[in-house]
């Protein structure tokens, strides 16, 4: 293990730029995986990393001993000065461990096959995160994200996501219209309004393409105009909408639920 004291260190200013800047994690082609769960989750899937970096007080904890003893041949690990780590931490309490990895570079699929979850401009890091690990819990494989979408690998949407772009294939700029064109199940979209079926009346055991649109303008025109279907949650109390990715959660365990019946 290497001992780094200084912030002149390259690695430690990699590490700050890349938990701090946008700007950089795509110029690097690099983000950075904080906490022992996202780090176990990584190694679990088989991802390379880049670099192990350890607080002093985290050097303490048997989760992160266990994690840094699995580290793979040529990633650097370091150990730094709690204060100097809490300077590089993108997060208000540090967990005393993170990983930086090489951003995966997925090209979007040609074709689409089974159930799979499309993002048309969600934007806000925790709902994107938040729908990620709902599908890959509810065990959709794929997620498809348009160019308008927050960035699937920042550090926020990795947190929130919990290990889910482990255990999904996360496809990111993808030309929704042109890959729905080719879908041959159902498209679903939630909406309200006469012809919008209630949920629990719809029969959700075939495959679907679960379509959901930005926080504010909901599904853009284009792929709303190739939705085959239109779903609507049933909302007997006060509220006229639920958050994005809380509807996500409803209508794929309701899928999980017919499938299991």
Not at 1 to 18: G, Q, T
Not at 112 to 133: E, F, I, M, P, Y
């Amino acid at each position: 293990m290497i001992p780094l004291s200084s912030r002149d260190n390259p690695l430690v200013k990699r590490a700050r730029a890349l938990a701090h800047s946008a700007r950089d994690r795509r110029k690097l082609g690099q983000t950075v995986l904080d906490g022992a769960h996202l780090i176990g989750a990584a190694l679990d899937a088989g991802m390379a990393l880049d670099a192990l970096l350890v607080s002093e007080r985290g050097q303490g904890s048997e989760e992160h001993r266990a994690l840094l003893a699995r580290a793979p041949a040529g990633c650097t690990v370091a150990c730094l000065p709690d204060a100097l780590f809490a300077q590089i931490s993108a997060v208000d309490a540090p967990s005393g461990l993170m990983a930086l990895i090489d951003t995966p570079a997925v090209a979007p699929p040609q074709a689409l096959t089974g159930s799979v979850l499309v993002l048309d401009g969600v934007q806000d890091s925790g709902n994107l995160g938040a729908l990620l690990r709902t599908a890959a819990a509810a065990g959709i494989r794929s997620a498809l994200l348009s160019p308008e979408c927050a960035n699937a690998w920042s550090p926020r949407v990795l947190r929130a996501a919990m290990g889910a772009h482990f255990a999904l294939s996360v496809f990111e700029g993808c030309d929704l219209v042109a890959l729905l064109r080719a879908y041959r199940d159902a498209i679903i979209v939630t909406a309200l309004g006469d012809d919008a079926t209630p949920l629990f009346d719809a029969d959700l055991r075939t495959d679907v393409a679960w379509v959901f649109g930005a926080e504010g303008g909901g599904v853009s025109a284009p792929v709303q105009a190739l939705a085959t279907r239109r779903v609507q949650i049933p909302m007997p109390g006060a509220m006229e909408s639920l958050n994005v990715a809380a509807a996500a959660a409803v209508c794929l365990f309701e899928q999980v639920r017919q499938r299991q019946r």
